[in-house]
């Protein structure tokens, strides 16, 4: 049955920090808990932990409200990893492991060997078995988060709770801990909930996700279902763009500047007012929309299909772009669009873009573009994009004919388009 958290608000004093939570976690599942900060995650923690106790609501574990359940067999059921794992005391690691043995002891009792063989089993579990007589104030952040996960787990628990269990910590140590518990919900059936704040380390190792903002759920399910573009704007207040792990599969998230914070100090030393059009598509021209805005450069795109790459970042960076329908070949509305658009600007970039006959005709307009006087620069060696049985190779040289600038990187390009700019004034 697991863990069932049922209408739960909780305040602290006559402020209400949650309201209405509702969500289950299952035997063996990974739960990952997201979310701007003040937006509920720990105090969510210290709800089912029974720190703070809700002011309406209910926490099931198997249909048993935990408020049933005495303080020594919770301790037994439950564990916490808090976000704050500091030591002040020279305790070895294995004596803080052991800690975790005491809801099994009687008042004054002190550990047995078997208690010793339960610690030993989940420090070798966590790969910190080899620390065991170092003193915990001379371990590294991510050796004495593993310690600190170990002795939860010498409290045998159906439910492990970590609040950010990988902040602040080495990749290595972020990626052998959110190893750990990923193995511990397959092979040791727990139900594991983590408050985390990298979501790609939560879209690729949890089962599910719980986004919360304001005190709020406002999205649960698995991870693709949540780490939206929208579901992130509108929590975090940030724009990013959520594509497929090229290895992985799961969803990756890459943030992207929000246009005002793009002109930094170095903005405008090219041109405020240098107009560019970018001919691109699948992710070609993301990087350049970024770089020449940067540079003070006014950026248009187009022709691009709506669920493209290239599209989401121009929306993203709001950048005028000409769109058509996804998966379909530009057509005339699109085209004549395109085409008023070259009358406002100064250069056309054509990226390295694969070329075939549904976006044949963004290089046709380029040609166009070229008959107006307009600059043009192409990258090179179109011959190996080129699919569309030789059209786009032939309209490359007609472009270069007609003085069309080749380039073969893009510092080449950015050298060639200042030295375009700075011509013209």
């Known amino acids: 049955m697991g863990l069932k958290v049922e209408d739960v608000d909780a305040c602290y004093g006559a402020r209400q920090v949650l309201a209405s939570i509702n969500f289950a976690a299952a035997h063996g599942e990974f739960l990952g808990v997201i979310g701007p900060n003040g937006s509920g995650k720990t105090t969510l923690l210290r709800t089912i932990t029974r720190i703070l106790r809700p002011d309406r609501g209910a926490i099931l574990l198997d249909g048993r409200s935990i408020y049933r359940l005495g303080a020594r067999e919770f301790s037994r059921r439950f564990a916490l990893v808090p976000q704050d794992t500091a030591v002040n005391f020279e305790f070895s690691a294995l004596d803080i492991v052991l ?115 304001r005190g709020r759920v406002v999205a649960i399910g698995i991870p693709d279902e949540v780490l939206t573009p929208e579901n992130i704007k509108t929590t975090f207040g940030a724009d990013v763009i959520v594509n497929r792990h090229v290895i992985t599969n799961h969803c990756h998230i890459s943030p992207v500047p929000a246009s005002p914070a793009l002109r930094t100090a170095d903005a405008g030393t090219e041109s405020d007012h240098a107009v560019v059009l970018l001919i691109c598509g699948g992710g070609s021209g993301a990087p350049l929309m970024h770089s020449l805005t940067m540079k003070g450069y006014k950026v248009m795109a187009g022709v691009l299909n709506m669920l493209d790459t290239d599209y989401e970042a121009a929306q993203l960076l709001h950048l005028r772009a000409v769109r058509e329908a996804p998966f379909s070949p530009i057509g005339e509305d699109a085209f004549r669009e395109l085409l008023t658009l070259l009358r406002e600007v100064d250069v056309v970039i054509v990226c390295d873009m694969p070329i075939g006959v549904g976006n044949l005709r963004n290089l046709e307009a380029a040609a166009i573009a070229s008959e107006m006087g307009k600059p043009v620069l192409i990258f090179n060696g179109i011959e190996n994009r080129d699919f569309t049985g030789g059209a786009a190779t032939r309209l490359f040289h007609t472009l270069k004919d007609r003085g069309a600038i080749p380039v073969r990187d893009t510092e080449e390009l950015l050298d060639k388009l200042r030295d375009i700019i700075e011509d013209r004034e």
């Open 99 to 213: 800690m975790g043995r005491n809801p099994y002891l009687n008042r004054w009792e002190l550990e047995g060997q078997r208690d010793i063989e339960i610690a030993r089993r989940c420090m070798e579990l966590t790969n910190c078995w080899h620390l065991a007589d170092r003193p915990v104030t001379e371990l590294s952040g991510g050796e004495r988060q593993l310690v600190m996960i170990a002795r939860a787990l010498t409290q045998e628990p159906e439910v492990l709770l970590l609040d950010e269990p990988t902040s602040h910590l080495d990749i290595n140590y972020q990626i052998e801990i959110m190893e750990l518990l990923k193995r511990l919900t397959t092979k040791e059936r727990l139900i594991v909930i983590a408050v985390i704040h990298d979501l790609n380390l939560a879209s690729l190792y949890c089962d599910r996700l719980v986004l919360l903002h």
